[in-house]
Antibody, heavy 119, light 107 residues
Framework: VQLVESGGGVVQPGRSLRLSCAASGLTFSSYGMHWVRQVPGKGLEWVAVIWYDGSNKYYADSVKGRFTISRDNSKNTLHLQMNSLRAEDTAVYYC?????????????WGQGTLVTVSS | DIQMTQSPSTLSASVGDRVTITCRASQSISSWLAWYQQKPGKAPKLLIYKASTLDSGVPSRFSGSGSGTEFTLTISSLQPDDFATYYCQQYNSYSVTFGQGTKLEIK
């Protein structure tokens, strides 16, 4: 299983950014997928999960209404659309495979992509 | 939302020591708990799921126990490779939450 995030970078407050996670070595459409973030030097914060078929999505309160998780099972790709970005959204963003089709724990992780929100 | 509280935040220990990290949930989560290990600059690594089941390839010196609201991760004999930060994570609900982490340092 390999998960490779992309799309990170420096963005101004209030702007948008879209992260992607390319998955290989798994039957992507069978698994739930997560985004988890980590402010450098701080702890892990769960961001969002999407079920295997995209039918259900759940978000942390801190990003609800601003971030949207989505997936394209035909392209084995997970996305995170981040709008109205704030300085406190600065973090390394990891995508992760759920152990099952819905919401459980992450058994495989990407290497992360850094998002910096700064003017 | 379910809150997860780990203790201690930092733990100093020596190679060969037996150490225990505690994770408490703000409400019962049955056995829906995972533990992860993270080293600086790396992604987390799954150690244990369903409170006590070791993930494939995880050394047997790691063990997990507990149910309901109180859980423990025990390392029976610390090895140099074990000095890292450990996180618990509940998955009792459709959304998940992590504990704040426990940094295991060399004494």
């Amino acid at each position: 299983v390999q998960l490779v995030e992309s799309g990170g970078g420096v963005v101004q407050p209030g702007r948008s950014l879209r992260l992607s996670c390319a998955a290989s070595g798994l039957t992507f459409s069978s698994y739930g997928m997560h985004w988890v973030r980590q402010v450098p030097g701080k702890g892990l914060e769960w961001v969002a999960v999407i079920w295997y078929d995209g039918s259900n999505k759940y978000y942390a309160d801190s990003v609800k209404g601003r971030f949207t998780i989505s997936r394209d099972n035909s392209k084995n790709t997970l996305h995170l659309q981040m709008n109205s970005l704030r300085a406190e959204d600065t973090a390394v963003y990891y995508c992760g495979r759920d152990s099952g089709s819905m919401t459980t724990y992450v058994d495989y992780w990407g290497q992360g992509t850094l998002v910096t929100v700064s003017s | 939302d379910i809150q997860m509280t780990q203790s201690p935040s930092t733990l100093s220990a020596s190679v060969g020591d037996r150490v225990t990290i505690t994770c408490r949930a703000s409400q019962s989560i049955s056995s829906w708990l995972a533990w992860y290990q993270q080293k600086p600059g790396k992604a987390p690594k799954l150690l244990i799921y369903k409170a006590s089941t070791l993930d494939s390839g995880v050394p047997s010196r790691f063990s997990g126990s507990g149910s309901g609201t109180e859980f423990t991760l025990t390392i029976s004999s610390l090895q140099p490779d074990d000095f890292a930060t450990y996180y618990c994570q509940q998955y009792n609900s459709y959304s998940v939450t992590f504990g704040q982490g426990t940094k295991l340092e060399i004494k």
